[in-house]
T-cell receptor, first 113, second 109 residues
Framework: DAEITQSPRHKITETGRQVTLACHQT?????MFWYRQDLGHGLRLIHY???????NKGEVSDGYSVSRSNTEDLPLTLESAASSQTSVYFC????????????FGPGTRLLVL | GQNIDQPTEMTATEGAIVQINCTYQ??????LFWYQQHAGEAPTFLSY????GLEEKGRFSSFLSRSKGYSYLLLKELQMKDSASYLC??????????FGKGTTLSVSS
């Protein structure tokens, strides 16, 4: 069955380190998204991509970057991890820009010490 | 810009009906989604409205009024397993889904 996976599921890192969170989907969806979820803020969009070589900033993109070199993967990189980036990160994918359901990965819990 | 508001918490009892409201202000509206999220899990799709009116899907129904910037999710015959967060999200044209902060529903027996 097609699916969307994230790795690692849990990560502890130190302030200042570079961290990359992986997201892989096998639905061949063009659209992929990264969100972070924090108490009191809900899900907030970090970056999104509508296809290979396309990336766009969301509302909380500072300190994060993404690259899309193929359809299946959208890795999220924290260039220099900060304690404020401790959060649960969800990746999602969808087949089309509008009117299509987004399917979410299981999430990655990141703790920055 | 965009603004999506929904109540933070709601409580109800098994077998009851509960309505979770969502109001939104966005530019380039292109559909409204409801997601369910159990604690520690990923959000899962519940419903989608792009035209005004009521969409019914089993025990869950969702309503949209575009002129009022208003939607609600109606849950009937509540069960304990319906205890979860319910996320209202608006698809903003040219961008992506923008989520409200979610409503935590607690169902008691």
């Amino acid at each position: 069955d097609a699916e969307i996976t994230q790795s690692p599921r849990h990560k502890i890192t130190e302030t200042g380190r570079q961290v990359t969170l992986a997201c892989h989907q096998t639905w061949n969806h063009n659209n992929m998204f990264w969100y972070r979820q924090d108490l009191g803020h809900g899900l907030r969009l970090i970056h999104y991509s509508y296809g290979v070589q396309d990336t766009n900033k969301g509302e909380v993109s500072d300190g994060y970057s993404v690259s899309r070199s193929n359809t299946e993967d959208l890795p999220l990189t924290l260039e220099s991890a900060a304690s404020s980036q401790t959060s649960v990160y969800f990746c999602a994918s969808a087949p089309d820009r509008a009117q299509e359901t987004q399917y979410f990965g299981p999430g990655t819990r990141l703790l920055v010490l | 810009g965009q603004n999506i508001d929904q109540p933070t918490e709601m409580t109800a009892t098994e077998g009851a009906i509960v309505q979770i409201n969502c109001t939104y202000q966005t530019s380039g509206f292109n559909g409204l989604f409801w997601y369910q999220q159990h604690a520690g899990e990923a959000p899962t799709f519940l419903s989608y409205n792009v035209l005004d009116g009521l969409e019914e899907k089993g025990r869950f129904s969702s309503f949209l009024s575009r002129s009022k910037g208003y939607s609600y999710l109606l849950l009937k015959e509540l069960q304990m397993k319906d205890s979860a967060s319910y996320l209202c999200a608006v698809f903003q044209a040219g961008t992506a889904l923008i989520f409200g902060k979610g409503t935590t529903l607690s169902v008691s027996s």
